[in-house]
């Protein structure tokens, strides 16, 4: 991915916990790799107490540098990488500094990126003063999630944005999109004849999404306990996952093309009736138990957390699709907190044959299936029956792997690398639209009324398992379970 388009990246919230673990590793990342970055192109750090460039580099070398790279850094790249940093201190309640940022970047070339990795409550703030001093021209925006707390306070931020900001300089970011198995899925659908003609109805019985956690809440309680797993992971990442793998083939990879398709999918998600809300929706939260034989407390105990605090820490689904691919078909979504594992995958059902001549066990189901697993060893992985050697004809499951990182050994990215490249070089295919978080803030907040208005505690579940029952007892119903892959 070469460029030669340069830039300036201002940081706001540049001494975070987002910027240190991820952003500038990202940048970093890219400007090791070499050609992905023009040489030109320049990072400006934005933070309030801090005092000087100087001050601010021996934060990043204290704080950034352990975060780039488990194999040890090339500290020649690490020099001239601290070379593209230049540093403003700001305070945001005072105009006079917004004027400095303005002349410290005008003084600078390329096309200008304003990244927001800071709370929400600030966005508009700090949209606003860049306005007030002309920024806003022709300069990209990037918003982090949580991206408001509801549809309302959702559309206040982008309708205060949207003033200021057009849609196509807006780069909402949700990290999913930007993984690599992600877009592999898309070349897997949309690149090969093989697999679109089976997915649809007719060949898929019934499709699961998890996104499963080891830690807890860390040192986020409190942000926590005010959003639950219903808003940190099921309105964003969840639903982007269940889009693309649901979405029509889009005309092209434009990002309007792709983006039309997701939102047709999130339009068609069957509204759920707060009469069945417990039926199709299971909220849990951890109680202490035991992660790979250390004991962990529970999220009741963790600091921040409120007390008797009914915040889910864990999610599972069932949601329909109303359109002629997908309609009666359950797609099982699944996320939380201190579970078993740490995984993130997509299990594709397929139908049993319709009648065996080979023995009842070819009816099995989910012997075919095709797992496409996120993370950890991202593989995809397509499950079918073989005879088993010997005599007498018995089938058994075998799979076909394709390990990512066995067929492709160089050029591997990490999400946040990939987004940030996509902002610098102006592709919005990856970020989500106004029009798509709407539609999933639509399809979620019933469930959040109901749960708020029932004032019914989440279900206990252990830390260390893989939810509450009820979780398994929802899919048990549809006579199938979750399908958890050895790591
Ligand atoms: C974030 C959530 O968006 O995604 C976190 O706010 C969660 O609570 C994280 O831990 C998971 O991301 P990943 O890439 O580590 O699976």
């Known amino acids: 991915m070469q460029t030669d388009s340069s830039f300036t990246f201002v940081l706001f919230g540049g001494t975070g916990d987002l910027s240190m673990r991820k952003i500038l590793p990202a940048l970093f990342e890219a400007h090791r790799a070499g050609g992905m970055l023009a040489d030109s192109g320049k990072i400006v750090a934005v933070a309030r107490h801090v005092g000087d460039r100087g001050e601010y580099l021996q934060w990043v070398n204290g704080h950034v540098k352990p975060h780039v790279s488990k194999n040890g850094v090339d500290e020649s790249a690490w020099a001239s990488f601290l070379e593209r940093i230049e540093f403003v201190k700001l305070d945001l309640g005072n105009p006079e500094d917004f004027v400095l940022l303005r002349d410290a970047v005008q003084a600078l070339p390329g096309i200008r990126v304003f990244y927001l990795a800071t709370g929400p409550s600030l966005f508009v703030p700090i949209c606003r003063a860049l306005a007030s001093v002309g920024l806003n021209e022709n300069a990209r925006i990037v918003l982090e999630k949580p991206l408001g707390y509801d549809l309302k306070s959702s559309n206040a931020i982008n309708d205060a944005v949207g003033e200021i900001f057009a849609e196509e300089q807006i780069y909402r970011i949700d990290h999913y999109l930007g993984k ?35 830690l807890g809440v860390e040192a986020r309680g409190d942000f926590y306990d005010n959003t639950g797993a219903l808003r940190d992971m099921v309105q964003n990442h969840l639903l982007q996952l269940l889009s693309i793998v649901a979405m029509e083939p889009p005309h092209s990879m434009d990002s309007d093309s792709v983006r039309d398709e997701k939102l047709r999918v999130l339009r068609a998600l069957k509204p759920i009736d707060p009469l069945d809300i417990g039926k199709v929706a299971v909220r849990g939260q951890y109680h202490s138990g035991v992660i790979r034989g250390t004991s962990v407390p529970a999220y009741a105990t963790e600091p921040g957390v409120k007390q008797n605090s009914t915040t889910e820490t864990f999610v599972a689904l069932k949601v329909e699709i109303e359109n002629w691919r997908w309609a009666g078909v359950p797609f099982f979504l699944r996320t939380g907190k201190r579970l078993a594992d740490r995984v993130a995958e997509i299990v594709v059902n397929f139908r049993a044959v ?129 399908l958890e892959e050895e790591n």
């Open 354 to 482: 319709p009648h065996s001549a080979l023995g009842a066990s070819a009816l099995r189901a989910g012997a075919n299936r095709l797992v496409i697993r996120l993370q950890p060893n991202e593989t995809i992985r397509l499950y079918c029956l073989a005879k088993q050697p010997g005599e007498g004809m018995n089938l058994a499951s075998v799979h076909l792997d394709l390990a990512f990182d066995q067929f492709f050994r160089e050029g591997q990215m990490e999400a946040y690398q990939r987004l940030l490249l996509d902002v610098i070089n102006g592709r919005l295919a990856l970020f989500v639209r106004r029009d798509e978080q709407e539609a999933a803030w639509k399809w979620v907040e019933p469930i959040l009324n109901e749960w708020k208005a029932s004032n019914r505690p989440p279900k206990p579940y252990a830390a260390g398992t893989w939810g509450p029952a009820a979780a398994s007892a929802m899919l048990a119903q549809h006579g199938t379970c979750w």
């Open 180 to 214: 690599e198995p992600v877009q592999n899925l898309l070349a897997l659908r949309f690149g090969n004849a093989l697999f679109e003609p089976l997915w649809r109805r007719e060949w898929v019985e019934s499709i699961q999404i998890t996104i499963a956690e080891e």
